[in-house]
T-cell receptor, first 113, second 116 residues
Framework: SQKIEQNSEALNIQEGKTATLTCNYT??????LQWYRQDPGRGPVFLLL?????KEKRKERLKVTFDTTLKQSLFHITASQPADSATYLC????????????FGSGTRLLVRP | GAVVSQHPSWVICKSGTSVKIECRSL??????MFWYRQFPKQSLMLMAT?????????EQGVEKDKFLINHASLTLSTLTVTSAHPEDSSFYIC????????????FGPGTRLTVL
């Protein structure tokens, strides 16, 4: 069956450290993989998109990697700040030309001051 | 840029009544809008996809007669939950994609529906 999985346990780190979140998928061949931030009671906010032919994408303190062999994406936040505390969702476009996003359940990040 | 609004942000209604939720793209024209539902601590689940001027396409298991979607213009889509029941209580979120950039969606802030 098709699955997209994120660690359901919260990630608790000290301010200033690098946070690394994982997204694994099975039985998809996504053309794109995206990361979103969601705060409680709010809609997701788009952060980064990476294409299937890209290995890595960066934006300020954010970095995303995409390994289509391992079927995994890693999302890094360097020099983390308490304001980075939120739930981070990965989502993929399955590559079937429908442009429907399939979301993981998200990983909650807590950055301690 | 690419701001999406939703109204209302929260609504409480009695069982059996209907509720309409609006989704607007404020600074761009959205060829496609999407409606999602999210239960606590769960993922966003796509309910339907709508294109301006045509009927919405519903995901498997979503009752089209219960969740009426209208996409009358390039900046407005509405979701009406008809004859709402307590199990319809959820967080409803819309998103919109830009013409020519269909792989990126911009999300609204969500609407919390509570059915008593």
């Amino acid at each position: 069956s098709q699955k997209i999985e994120q660690n359901s346990e919260a990630l608790n780190i000290q301010e200033g450290k690098t946070a690394t979140l994982t997204c694994n998928y099975t039985n998809y061949s996504p053309a794109y993989l995206q990361w979103y931030r969601q705060d409680p009671g709010r809609g997701p906010v788009f952060l980064l998109l990476i294409r299937e032919n890209e290995k890595e994408k960066r934006k300020e303190r954010l970095k995303v990697t995409f390994d289509t062999t391992l079927k995994q994406s890693l999302f890094h936040i360097t020099a983390s700040q308490p304001a980075d505390s939120a739930t981070y969702l990965c989502a993929l476009l399955p590559g079937d030309s429908s442009y429907k996003l399939i979301f993981g359940s998200g990983t909650r990040l807590l950055v301690r001051p | 840029g690419a701001v999406v609004s939703q109204h209302p942000s929260w609504v409480i209604c009695k069982s059996g009544t209907s509720v309409k939720i609006e989704c607007r793209s404020l600074d761009f024209q959205a060829t496609t809008m999407f409606w999602y539902r999210q239960f606590p601590k769960q993922s966003l689940m796509l309910m339907a996809t709508s294109n301006e001027g045509s009927k919405a396409t519903y995901e498997q298991g979503v009752e089209k007669d219960k969740f009426l979607i209208n996409h009358a213009s390039l900046t407005l889509s509405t979701l009406t939950v008809t004859s709402a029941h307590p199990e319809d209580s959820s967080f409803y979120i819309c998103s919109a994609s830009l013409a020519g950039v269909p792989y990126t969606q911009y999300f609204g802030p969500g609407t919390r529906l509570t059915v008593l």
